[in-house]
C-alpha cells in the first residue's frame, strides 16, 4: 500500500531508492531493585560501561582526524557529555540512593537532562538534547553487552546509491562511517537543521528529510521509497505512475544539474546588463574549495564560530590566523568577508553563566564586547590575515550605534598592538556589519554613517521580527519569508543602502532560494551570498531575468497585504518569459 510522510526537507533534490533500516538499542529500560551488597559491584559495572565508551569516543576521534572538523566536533560534544558530572557521577548517586540498576540510573538522568534542554530557547542548544539521548544510548549497549555504533541490516542486491538510509537519529560515529559512502538518501524520525543529518547530507549533497516521527516504525526494510528532499515529502511503495513521474523528474534534474555547470564561467549580468555579485557561505576553511568550483565571485559570509564550537578551550590566535589565511588565499583575490564569532552565552566559554533566553541574551558582538580578551585575539588573526588577500570584518547582530563605536575602537586597539610588534595588515580593512534586528534596519541609518557595507542575515531578521523560531514545529509554518514587515524591512534596507551609496548584500537563506531571486532583484539587491551548492542555479535564474521590467512589479508587490496576493504576484514574478 502507497502512503506519504511529511518532514522537514534539509537537504534538496530527489532519490529513488530501497529503505534500509538502522536498528538501534532502546532506551526503555527495566528497572531493578539490587541488594545493599551489590549497589557497589552495580557502581563499578556503569564505570567500567563509560569507560569503555570514552575509549570508544577516543578511537572515534582518531577517525575523523580525516573527516570534516564538524563532524569532529560533533565527536567532541559526545565526549564532553559523557565526562560531565551530570552524567559520569548523578547516575552514580542514583544507584546508590534507590539501590537500582545501572541501566535504570542513567534513563532517569537522561530525561532529567533532556527536559532541561527542551526549556533552552536557543535551537542550537535544544537540539543538543538528541547528543544526550545518544550517548546514554552507548552506554546502555555496553551495560546491555552490545557496544558499537548503531548497525544496518544488509540489503542483498542493493547497489549502495540506492539504498536509503531510515533512522530514528543519526549519532557522529554513523555520520562518519557513512560519509565513506555514497548512498542515495538519509531520512530520520527526529532531528531540524544543524542536526547530524542535516550537515552530513548537505556535505554529501544528497537528498535527506529529518524530523519524519514515525519514517523508522512505518516503513520496512527493502520497500521502495521516493524522496523529495526540496518538499520535504516521502512516498512509500509509489504506484506506478507517481513512480514514472519522479524518475522523470530525477532525470531532467540530473541534466539540468549537469548543464548549470557550464555556467561556472559566464558573466553573472540579468538581460538589461545589471552585473549581480554571487558569493558564497561558508563554515570551514575546506569549504574554499567547493565555493571555487561553483564559480563563487567570493565569500559572503564566513562564519567563524565554527572554528569555535565544541572545544575546551578558544583557538588561539595563530590558530585562528592560519584559518583565515588560509580562505583568504584559498579565494586568489576574490573578497572574502568573515563574520567575527555569532555565539550566546550558553556556547560562551564562561559555562558559569546561564541565559533563560539565549537568542535575546549575551550572544554575538555582544559577548565579543563583554569579553575584550577574547575579541582581541580574534581581531588581531583577522588583521594579520588581511595582507594576504581582499579580507572584510562583518560585526553580527547589531542594534546599537554605541556596538559599532565599541567595535571600531578594539579594532583600533588590535592595530596599534600589531604595530607595536611590527607586523603588516591591510591598514584600510573594510568594516560591516548585519542586520538581521528590526531596530537595525529601521534605525538603518546609524550604521550607514558608521561602516562600509551591510549584510542582512534573513534568518534571524525573520525570526525576531515575527518572533517564531523556525525550529520549533509548534509554529514553524508561521515562518514567513514574504511576511510584509519582513520585505519592509528588506527593502528599507537595500534602498537606504543605495542612496548611501553603502553595499548591501543578503547573506541568509533567501539568497539561495531561486524562488525569490526575482524578488531580490527586483527590491534592489545587487550582491547574493548563499551555500555553494545553490551559486549557479541562482546564477540561470540571474541570466533570464531583466531588472528593468521586475523593479516595477516587485514595488507592486511590496503594497500587498494579503498572502494569498502576495503569493500570486510572486507566482507571476517567476513566469518564464516567452523567450525562456
Not at 557522529?172 to 538519509?186: G, L, N, Q, Y
Not at 521580527?465 to 520585505?487: F, K, Q, S, W
Request: proline share 4%.
Amino acid at each position: 500500500m502507497s502512503f506519504t510522510l511529511h518532514g522537514l526537507g534539509v537537504s534538496g533534490g530527489i532519490a529513488i531508492g530501497y529503505a534500509q533500516l538502522m536498528s538501534h538499542a532502546t532506551l526503555e529500560v527495566a528497572h531493578l531493585t539490587i541488594a545493599p551488597r551489590m549497589v557497589e559491584k552495580e557502581v563499578a559495572r556503569l564505570k567500567a560501561a563509560v569507560a569503555a565508551v570514552h575509549a570508544e569516543l577516543e578511537e572515534l576521534r582518531e577517525e575523523t582526524a580525516s573527516a570534516a572538523p564538524e563532524l569532529q566536533a560533533f565527536v567532541d560534544i559526545h565526549a564532553l557529555l559523557l565526562a560531565d558530572p551530570e552524567l559520569a557521577e548523578v547516575p552514580l548517586e542514583i544507584i546508590r540512593e534507590r539501590r537500582c540498576n545501572a541501566e535504570w540510573a542513567m534513563v532517569q538522568q537522561m530525561e532529567s537532562l533532556v527536559a532541561q534542554f527542551d526549556a533552552i530557547d536557543d535551537p542550537y542548544l535544544r537540539e543538543r538534547r538528541a547528543d544526550v539521548r545518544q550517548v546514554v544510548e552507548r552506554v546502555i549497549k555496553e551495560l546491555m553487552g552490545r557496544p558499537g555504533r548503531a548497525a544496518m541490516k544488509s540489503a542483498k542486491g542493493v547497489r549502495e546509491e540506492d539504498q536509503i538510509i531510515v533512522a530514528h537519529d543519526l549519532s557522529p560515529a554513523d555520520v562518519i562511517t557513512f560519509k565513506e559512502h555514497r548512498f542515495a538518501s538519509f531520512i530520520t524520525d527526529v532531528g531540524g537543521a544543524t542536526s547530524h543529518t542535516a550537515i552530513l547530507s548537505r556535505s554529501m549533497a544528497i537528498p535527506a528529510i529529518v524530523g519524519l516521527r514515525d519514517a523508522r516504525s512505518a516503513i520496512r526494510d527493502n520497500e521502495l521509497v521516493i524522496i523529495d528532499g526540496t518538499r520535504g515529502v516521502v512516498i512509500v511503495n509509489p504506484d506506478p505512475r507517481v513512480l514514472e513521474e519522479y524518475r522523470l523528474r530525477k532525470s531532467e534534474r540530473e541534466i539540468e544539474r549537469s548543464k548549470l555547470k557550464r555556467l561556472k564561467t559566464a558573466e553573472s549580468e540579468t538581460l538589461d546588463g545589471v552585473k549581480i555579485e554571487l558569493l558564497a557561505n561558508i563554515e570551514l576553511p575546506e569549504d574554499v574549495e567547493a565555493a571555487m568550483e561553483a564559480g563563487a565571485q567570493g565569500v559572503g559570509l564566513f562564519r567563524t564560530e565554527f572554528l569555535f564550537l565544541n572545544r575546551g578551550d578558544m583557538p588561539d590566535e595563530d590558530e585562528q590566523f592560519e584559518a583565515y589565511r588560509k580562505v583568504v588565499k584559498g579565494m586568489e583575490g576574490r573578497p572574502v568577508t568573515i563574520r567575527t564569532f555569532d555565539l550566546g552565552a550558553d556556547k560562551a566559554l564562561d559555562t558559569s553563566r546561564h541565559s533563560t533566553n539565549p537568542a535575546l541574551g549575551r550572544r554575538a558582538i555582544r559577548l565579543s564586547l563583554s569579553e575584550p580578551k577574547m575579541f582581541q585575539v580574534q581581531l588581531r588573526a583577522l588583521l594579520r590575515a588581511s595582507r594576504y588577500g581582499r579580507l572584510k570584518i562583518l560585526v553580527p547582530m547589531l542594534a546599537h550605534a554605541s556596538e559599532i563605536d565599541a567595535t571600531l575602537a578594539a579594532l583600533a586597539q588590535a592595530k596599534a598592538t600589531l604595530r607595536e610588534k611590527k607586523i603588516a595588515f591591510d591598514e584600510s580593512v573594510p568594516i560591516g556589519g548585519m542586520i538581521e534586528i528590526p531596530a537595525a534596519a529601521l534605525a538603518i541609518n546609524m550604521f550607514l554613517k558608521r561602516l562600509d557595507f551591510l549584510s542582512i542575515g534573513t534568518n534571524d531578521l525573520i525570526q525576531y521580527t515575527l518572533a517564531i523560531d523556525r525550529a520549533d514545529e509548534e509554529v514553524a509554518h508561521l515562518y514567513d519569508p514574504l511576511h510584509p514587515a519582513v520585505t519592509m524591512l528588506m527593502a528599507h534596507t537595500l534602498a537606504s543602502g543605495e542612496k548611501a551609496g553603502v553595499p548591501v548584500s543578503v547573506c541568509g537563506e533567501l539568497a539561495g532560494d531561486i524562488a525569490l531571486t526575482r524578488l531580490l532583484l527586483g527590491m534592489g539587491l545587487r550582491q547574493f551570498s548563499m551555500h555553494p551548492a545553490q551559486i549557479l542555479e541562482v546564477k540561470q535564474r540571474v541570466l533570464k531575468s531583466d531588472v528593468s521590467e521586475l523593479t516595477p512589479q516587485v514595488r507592486r508587490m511590496l503594497r500587498l497585504e494579503e498572502p494569498g496576493k502576495i503569493r500570486e504576484a510572486l507566482d507571476r514574478l517567476n513566469a518564464p518569459p516567452a523567450s525562456d
